[in-house]
């Protein structure tokens, strides 16, 4: 934490007509949002298994990271919207009606796990966002990231709305097809090829791939990078070794 301006961080509920409840998720201010009629671009920014829209604040300690790189200049101020990407589970533990009997947990073991529903529901979070905080509400300034199901959902969130986010971000994506279950909502998942051609002849800005060549997920993330590789769609890519 340092001496320089500081964001807001608030806690709200939107409905979802899909998921059928009502869901909570973290949303982070630049300084000076309250204080100006500014609208900003927008990063959606997912957790992984385990999380919840605490995480990234909690864990990764967005808010301090945004202050500071904002008050360097290295970034533009923009929103930083981080929801629950938990489709059975509204909130974070303690935050629902079942108060403490839910208590953190692996995301496999909730139902809705990657089944797709989430993924098909997210276009409802943006219509929130757009009409509730000051957003530039344009693939130009919308991005979205997230790590390892957050990546998974990232990915397949953007390739199935191709207009709809001008940055990507895959932070030790867990993009495997084996991890998947199914159900009504499968479709999501399906054709991806055919998908990430849509996406790409969109021409988004960024489309960015990191993960450790240690990680037990960089087997699937090669296996992308080879599929993009192949097709001639420009990306950037972070290996750590």
Known sequence: VRDVPHGNVTTTWYHSDILGSERRLSVYTPPFYDKNIQSYPVLYLLHGSGGDENAWLELGRTARIMDNLIAEGKIQPMLVVMPNGNPSKQAAPGE??????????????FPGYKDGSYEKS??????????????IPDKRHRAIAGLSMGGFHSFYISINNPKTFGYVGLFSAAIGKEQRSGGANEYI????????????AAKPKLF???????????KDNTALREKLDSKGYKYLSLIHI
């Open 189 to 200: 998942y399906d054709n991806v090829d055919d998908k990430l051609a849509n996406l790409f």
């Open 96 to 109: 629902t009606p079942d108060n403490l009997n839910y208590k953190p947990a692996m995301s496999n073991s």
């Open 122 to 135: 997210f276009t409802e979070i943006i219509h929130f966002i757009d009409n509730r905080y000051r957003t």
């Open 208 to 218: 960015w791939i990191g993960i450790g060549n240690s990680d037990f997920l960089y």
